[in-house]
């Protein structure tokens, strides 16, 4: 079965971190760029980073530049995303997703981990 699990979720206050992680079974993420994205009831799906499958070139949304990190350890079969500085508007569901180098969309998704950004 192929799937992504994050976790890594949870309770922190303003300021603090949390590192998420996304890991795959049954397949390697080794030829897959993987994204994260977090979505907040009521409101659209927000791509927050993502890590090229080949250079490990990355890509990071305006609202966590500076404050989030992407990273990819293909020996683990794993993505992480460490999160800094957390503020209250990251509060939301975050989803890992995995694209083929090659497609244009993205084939597979977790089941999400809630990150709560809360004093």
């Known amino acids: 079965q192929l799937q992504l699990v994050e976790s890594g979720g949870g309770l922190v206050q303003p300021g603090g971190s949390l590192r998420l992680s996304c890991a795959a079974s049954?397949?390697?993420?080794?030829?897959?760029?993987i994204g994260w994205f977090r979505q907040v009831p009521g409101k659209e799906r927000e791509g927050v980073s993502c890590?090229?499958?080949?250079?490990?070139?990355?890509y990071y949304a305006d609202s966590v530049k500076g404050r989030f990190t992407i990273s990819r350890d293909n020996a683990k079969n794993t993505v992480y995303l460490q999160m800094n500085s957390l503020k209250p508007e990251d509060t939301a569901v975050y989803y890992c997703?995995?694209?083929?180098?090659?497609?244009?969309?993205?084939?597979?998704w977790g089941q999400g981990t809630q990150v709560t950004v809360s004093s």
């Open positions: 997703a995995a694209r083929y180098y090659s497609g244009s969309s993205y084939d597979y």
């Open positions: 049954g397949f390697t993420l080794d030829y897959y760029a």
């Open positions: 890590i090229s499958s080949s250079d490990g070139s990355t």
